[in-house]
Structures are given as structure tokens and as C-alpha cells.
């Protein structure tokens, strides 16, 4: 193996470890929940406040580190996004309230949205065209692991050391992560001058809180309130003033430019349908086996695997395929698979069927493995190469927005057949014993949740469509990009 080589692939073994320990740290606080809460002594909105906080500052901050790391060079921002990290994480672990917990997980989120927001543009730089598919399936199966080793790992932590052990278990990858980052990257940057477009920063992470508080705070406020009322018009606002700046400014936060690229475009319509349609997959089936079936916090997990583990070989060769026959059928023909995974989930029934639960899953998660990796290339691809950086914050934000929707309508939809507070302990596992009444409307609102979400993958398929056009920009970059030039030597 050349030098050349060797160092690309030390590059995406930091990256990647960097976004496990960021996806573990997600999913651990969720199993984590219910004894955080007893510990702290603080209420469910306050408990559920620890994850909405995190998504809203990882979301706020991806776009304007995508253009830091154009500017200021990838290296500096990643590793400035994990000190954050790290820190804030051990800080979680010491809190002494609930207010303060939320605090520390907003600045958390900040530095994963740091890290994220230039962990692909690291990789596509390094990896030549006809491997990227290849790494990105690769990075994309530490998020599965971290998705498999959270619960199971939160799980033995909580029982034996308590909930502070979720957050204090992560600060020594983190470290690890930095050192190694700090060995093999290469700093890079493309302007030599940038002004950071705060104006235009205000305007859309206001915007974009106002909007996930509205659709967090909805059932609790009421949605005809004139808290959510005002929240929404603020939405509205912000966000149409945010457009106007970014359109009149020379160095934007958001380069609408980009939108001209019609793969680029269509690439994020599917990114926000794909993700609002799979995000809630595990909170629709976490409401159905804890709330329905009253199975255990374990055992219900246990369950959960099959919709992670087949990533963990779908992914790699998701990306490979990709790189052979082109992202665009791969995104098609695994968004089609998880619309048939979804549908069937639709049709659960009151008693527990392993087969009809597990099959699905693993038909999704086959469908994943060859749609995510295949769907980040097709995006990243069509943007200039000296603006993916621009280009991978506003794919991750699309993401992340489209995720805090996913879990919002599904939390709506399953309230709409049960009062609210026993939605949510179903969720964090403490409903206790529920009558065959509500346990039947629990089952009843899963099922419309599965068949609803199914409309967004036929939202996601029509988009996909226009990936199969030949994309004129794409062919530009691999023809003046010199890596690509030194590869066809």
C-alpha cells in the first residue's frame, strides 16, 4: 500500500470514529432517559428538552461550519467542533440540574455540528472519485454501530454505574479521536478571505428555533394557542428574511446558487422526505413494544437490532455498488425497499409477532445500507468541489431538520389516539399498566404512523427520478478536479 494510499484511509478511520462516538452519544441519552430524570428529579418536557436541544444546536450550526471549514480550512474546524464536543459531553456528566444539563446539551450539539459538518468534505477530498462511494459507506456504518452499541452499552452503564456513566464513557474516544485527527488531517482552505454571515446565521437558526419549539411544544401549548401561533409566524419571517439576505450578501450563509444545480436540489427534496419518513421508524416501534405490548426497555431493544445491524456489510457495499453502477438507481431502489418495509409495519397487530416485527426491518436496513451512502455521493457530487463544504451543510441540515419533523409528527399522530402525558411514558418505557382501550388505540396509532410515513418515500421516489438525468456539473468537476486527473493516468 502507497503513503498516498495508507494516509486517505488513516484520514476516514479518524473521521469515522468521530462520528460513532457522536451518533453513540445520541442514542445513549434516549435509553438513558428514564433514570437521568428520576436522578435529576425533573419532568418529562425537561427530560425530552435534553434531546431537542441537542438536535437544535447541531442543526443551527451545520450550515455556517460547512462555509468555516471553506474558509478556514477543514482541519481547524473539525477539531474545534471536537474539543467542544468532548468537553461539553464530560460537563453533561457532572450537571447538577435539569436547566443545566439542557445547557451544556445545547453546546454539545455545537460541536457535533462542528465535527459533522466538515467530516465529509474531509473524505471527499481525500478519496478519489470511483472509491468515494466506498468511504462514504464505510463512515456511514459507524453511525449504525453507534445506533447498536448505544442502547446495549447505555443499558449495562445505567445498571451499574448510573446515568452520569452515559456521558463519561465517551470523553475517552473523544480524546483518542483528537489526537488522531490531529496526526493524519491536513488543514485545507479555499478563500482566503471570508466574513461570516451572522446576519443571515440569526435570521435562519432563529427561524429554525422557533420552528422545532413550535412543533415540540405544540400538544403541550395547544397548537391554536397564541404562543405556537406567534412561534410559527415567527418561523415565517425569519425565514423569509433570512432568503432575502442570503440573496443580497457576497459571502452567504446558505449559497442559493447551488439550488441551480437540479441534482443538487432534487438531492435535498429527497434527503428531506427520506428522512422525515425513517427517522421515527424506532419511535413508532419503541411506542408499540413498551406501550402496547408492555415488553421491558431490553427486550424491546433487542428487537430494534434488525433495523441496525445489516448496515454494518449494507453500508460498504451499498457505496461500492454505487461507485459501479451510479447512486442513482441505488437511491431509487432503496427508497422503494423502505417504502415496502414501512407498509408492512403498517399492519402490526395487538399481539407480539417477532417475524412480522424483525422482517421489516431488515428490509429496511438492506434498503438503507444501499440509499444513504448512494444519496450522499449523488448530493456532494453535483456541488463544485470547493464548496462541499457549503454543499455538506446544507445536506446535513436538511437531514436534521427533516429528522426533528419525522419525530414530531410521529409523536402528533400517536396523541392523536391517546392522551398526550401517556404518549410519552410509553415512549420512555413508564406507562405501567394501560387498559385494553388505550392499549388498542396505541396499537391503532402506529399503524397510521407506518402507513403515513410511507407518503414520504413516494415523495423521496418521484425526486429521485431526476437523479437519472445526466448531470453536465458532475462530469465538469471530475474532468478539471487534478485528483481526478491523476487517477485517469
Same mark, same amino acid.
Given at each position: 500500500?502507497?503513503?498516498?494510499?495508507?494516509?486517505?484511509?488513516?484520514?476516514?478511520?479518524?473521521?469515522?470514529?468521530?462520528?460513532?462516538?457522536?451518533?453513540?452519544?445520541?442514542?445513549?441519552?434516549?435509553?438513558?432517559?428514564?433514570?437521568?430524570?428520576?436522578?435529576?428529579?425533573?419532568?418529562?418536557?425537561?427530560?425530552?428538552?435534553?434531546?431537542?436541544?441537542?438536535?437544535?444546536?447541531?442543526?443551527?450550526?451545520?450550515?455556517?461550519?460547512?462555509?468555516?471549514?471553506?474558509?478556514?480550512?477543514?482541519?481547524?474546524?473539525?477539531?474545534?467542533?471536537?474539543?467542544?464536543?468532548?468537553?461539553?459531553?464530560?460537563?453533561?456528566?457532572?450537571?447538577?440540574?435539569?436547566?443545566?444539563?439542557?445547557?451544556?446539551?445545547?453546546?454539545?450539539?455545537?460541536?457535533?455540528?462542528?465535527?459533522?459538518?466538515?467530516?465529509?468534505?474531509?473524505?471527499?477530498?481525500?478519496?478519489?472519485?470511483?472509491?468515494? $462511494?466506498?468511504?462514504? $459507506?464505510?463512515?456511514?456504518?459507524?453511525?449504525?454501530?453507534?445506533?447498536?452499541?448505544?442502547?446495549?452499552?447505555?443499558?449495562?452503564?445505567?445498571?451499574?454505574?448510573?446515568?452520569?456513566?452515559?456521558?463519561?464513557?465517551?470523553?475517552?474516544?473523544?480524546?483518542?479521536?483528537?489526537?488522531?485527527?490531529?496526526v493524519v488531517l491536513q488543514n485545507t482552505a479555499h478563500q482566503s478571505e471570508h466574513k461570516t454571515d451572522w446576519l443571515g446565521m440569526v435570521a435562519f437558526g432563529g427561524g429554525l428555533v422557533a420552528l422545532l419549539l413550535a412543533l415540540s411544544e405544540g400538544q403541550a401549548w395547544g397548537w391554536s394557542s397564541a404562543r405556537i401561533l406567534s412561534l410559527f409566524a415567527a418561523t415565517v419571517i425569519l425565514l423569509a428574511a433570512f432568503v432575502l439576505v442570503e440573496l443580497q450578501i457576497k459571502q452567504p450563509l446558505f449559497d442559493l446558487k447551488l439550488l441551480l444545480h437540479g441534482h443538487f436540489s432534487a438531492g435535498l427534496g429527497i434527503t428531506l422526505s427520506y428522512s422525515i419518513g425513517y427517522f421515527a421508524t424506532t419511535f413508532l416501534?419503541?411506542?408499540?413494544?413498551?406501550?402496547?405490548?408492555?415488553?421491558?426497555?431490553?427486550?424491546?431493544?433487542?428487537?430494534?437490532?434488525?433495523?441496525?445491524?445489516?448496515?454494518?456489510?449494507?453500508?460498504?457495499?451499498?457505496?461500492?455498488?454505487?461507485?459501479?453502477?451510479?447512486?442513482?438507481?441505488?437511491?431509487?431502489?432503496?427508497?422503494?425497499?423502505?417504502?415496502?418495509?414501512?407498509?408492512?409495519?403498517?399492519?402490526?397487530?395487538?399481539?407480539?409477532?417477532?417475524?412480522?416485527?424483525?422482517?421489516?426491518?431488515?428490509?429496511?436496513?438492506?434498503?438503507?445500507?444501499?440509499?444513504?451512502?448512494?444519496?450522499?455521493?449523488?448530493?456532494?457530487?453535483?456541488?463544485?468541489?470547493?464548496?462541499?463544504?457549503?454543499?455538506?451543510?446544507?445536506?446535513?441540515?436538511?437531514?436534521?431538520?427533516?429528522?426533528?419533523?419525522?419525530?414530531?409528527?410521529?409523536?402528533?399522530?400517536?396523541?392523536?389516539?391517546?392522551?398526550?402525558?401517556?404518549?410519552?411514558?410509553?415512549?420512555?418505557?413508564?406507562?405501567?399498566?394501560?387498559?385494553?382501550?388505550?392499549?388498542?388505540?396505541?396499537?391503532?396509532?402506529?399503524?397510521?404512523?407506518?402507513?403515513?410515513?410511507?407518503?414520504?418515500?413516494?415523495?423521496?421516489?418521484?425526486?429521485?427520478?431526476?437523479?437519472?438525468?445526466?448531470?453536465?456539473?458532475?462530469?465538469?468537476?471530475?474532468?478539471?478536479?487534478?485528483?481526478?486527473?491523476?487517477?485517469?493516468?
Open positions: 500500500m502507497s503513503e498516498q494510499s495508507a494516509k486517505k484511509w488513516s484520514i476516514l478511520a479518524a473521521v469515522t470514529l468521530v462520528s460513532f462516538i457522536t451518533n453513540v452519544d445520541a442514542t445513549i441519552v434516549i435509553v438513558g432517559l428514564p433514570k437521568l430524570m428520576q436522578g435529576l428529579n425533573i419532568t418529562v418536557v425537561t427530560g425530552l428538552w435534553t434531546i431537542t436541544s441537542y438536535i437544535i444546536t447541531s442543526t443551527v450550526f451545520l450550515l455556517p461550519a460547512g462555509r468555516w471549514s471553506d474558509a478556514i480550512g477543514t482541519k481547524r474546524i473539525f477539531m474545534i467542533g471536537l474539543i467542544i464536543f468532548t468537553i461539553s459531553t464530560a460537563m453533561c456528566g457532572f450537571a447538577s440540574s435539569g436547566t443545566i444539563l439542557v445547557i451544556y446539551r445545547f453546546v454539545q450539539g455545537v460541536g457535533a455540528a462542528l465535527a459533522l459538518a466538515t467530516a465529509t468534505p474531509i473524505i471527499v477530498r481525500a478519496f478519489p472519485q470511483k472509491e468515494l $462511494g466506498r468511504a462514504l $459507506g464505510i463512515n456511514s456504518t459507524s453511525w449504525v454501530i453507534g445506533s447498536i452499541v448505544g442502547p446495549v452499552v447505555g443499558g449495562a452503564l445505567i445498571n451499574g454505574f448510573g446515568w452520569r456513566s452515559i456521558f463519561f464513557v465517551t470523553v475517552p474516544f473523544g480524546l483518542i479521536g483528537l489526537i488522531a485527527s490531529g416501534l419503541t411506542l408499540y413494544l413498551q406501550g402496547a405490548l408492555h415488553l421491558n426497555p431490553l427486550d424491546a431493544g433487542l428487537l430494534l437490532i434488525p433495523l441496525s445491524a445489516p448496515q454494518l456489510f449494507m453500508g460498504p457495499l451499498g457505496g461500492i455498488l454505487a461507485d459501479k453502477y451510479g447512486p442513482a438507481r441505488l437511491v431509487l431502489i432503496g427508497i422503494a425497499l423502505l417504502a415496502v418495509g414501512g407498509l408492512m409495519l403498517g399492519f402490526v397487530g395487538p399481539r407480539l409477532a417477532v417475524t412480522a416485527i424483525v422482517v421489516p426491518q431488515l428490509i429496511m436496513s438492506v434498503a438503507t445500507g444501499l440509499a444513504w451512502p448512494s444519496l450522499t455521493k449523488a448530493v456532494l457530487s453535483t456541488a463544485p468541489r470547493e464548496q462541499t463544504g457549503a454543499a455538506s451543510g446544507m445536506f446535513f441540515t436538511f437531514r436534521n431538520v427533516g429528522m426533528s419533523l419525522s419525530m414530531t409528527l410521529a409523536l402528533v399522530i400517536a396523541e392523536l389516539s391517546v392522551p398526550p402525558a401517556v404518549a410519552s411514558q410509553a415512549f420512555l418505557g413508564t406507562a405501567g399498566v394501560l387498559n385494553a382501550q388505550v392499549e388498542s388505540a396505541l396499537v391503532h396509532s402506529t399503524d397510521i404512523g407506518f402507513r403515513w410515513f410511507v407518503l414520504f418515500y413516494i415523495v423521496a421516489l418521484v425526486l429521485g427520478l431526476f437523479l437519472l438525468r445526466p448531470h453536465r456539473q458532475e462530469q465538469m468537476n471530475q474532468v478539471t478536479s487534478p485528483q481526478a486527473n491523476s487517477e485517469s493516468l
